[in-house]
């Protein structure tokens, strides 16, 4: 099985500024798909942003973007001029054609006004 | 906005209650999930249908019980369940499950406590 880590439980950005959240997975695999989930307080998951693995370029969703590092397994998440709204439990999710979603631990992200 | 509607949002039952939770998509997905997420813990998969056939159960206890009537509607059917069984309920649909670049869609979850 496949196995994603997030290895920050909570993360605090001032609004307005830029925060990065890591993200690191374990695969044999060479076609897969990466996912930023966002969950707020109303508990709705909401996809911020996908990455699939035979692209080299890092796709951006306006403020959000992915730094993906393939040869590394790193997906981090960068938000940029960060709002209220973006307060959230933020899950890094895997999935490939053997595996079904699997989800990072998570990390809280507090924005402080 | 959420194309994935879950009903009820809450919902308080006794264990030896039957109560059902209800998912409905319109976006012609044809596979449609049942996820369990417990406090400040990621969504953890039970069911996948697949084209209205149950295609994944993930050593689900049989106190659940899903059910696909059609491609729009999944509901999950709950008896005798347990104290340990509150959590939130995540109903989830994608274009189908056999494409991997197809993303899940999630409803806003239905808050389950079992008393």
């Known amino acids: 099985a496949q196995t994603v880590t997030q290895s920050q439980p909570e993360m605090s950005v001032q609004e307005a500024e830029t925060v990065t959240l890591s993200c690191t997975y374990d695969?044999?695999?060479?076609?897969?798909?990466l996912f930023w989930y966002k969950q707020p307080p109303s508990r709705q998951m909401i996809l911020v942003i996908r990455?699939?693995?035979?692209?080299?370029q890092n796709a951006t969703e306006n403020r959000f973007s992915v730094n993906f590092q393939k040869a590394a397994k790193s997906f981090s998440l960068k938000i940029s001029d960060s709002q209220l709204g973006d307060a959230a439990m933020y899950f890094c999710a895997y999935r490939s054609s053997t595996e079904k979603l699997t989800f990072g631990t998570g990390t809280r992200l507090t924005i402080i006004p | 906005d959420t194309e994935v509607t879950q009903t009820p949002k809450h919902l308080v039952m006794g264990m030896t209650n039957k109560k059902s939770l209800k998912c409905e998509q319109h976006?012609?997905?044809?596979?449609m999930y049942w996820y369990k997420q417990k406090a400040k813990k990621p969504p953890e998969l039970m069911f996948v249908y697949s084209y209205e056939k149950l295609s994944i159960n993930e050593s689900v206890p049989s106190r659940f019980s899903p059910e696909c009537p059609n491609s729009s509607l999944l509901n999950l059917h709950l008896h005798a369940l347990q104290p340990e069984d509150s959590a939130l309920y995540l109903c989830a649909s994608s274009r189908d499950r056999e494409n991997t670049a197809n993303t899940i869609y999630f409803g806003e979850g239905s808050w389950l406590t079992v008393v």
């Open positions: 990455q699939e693995a035979y692209k080299q």
């Open positions: 976006m012609g997905h044809r596979a």
């Open positions: 695969t044999s695999e060479s076609d897969y798909y």
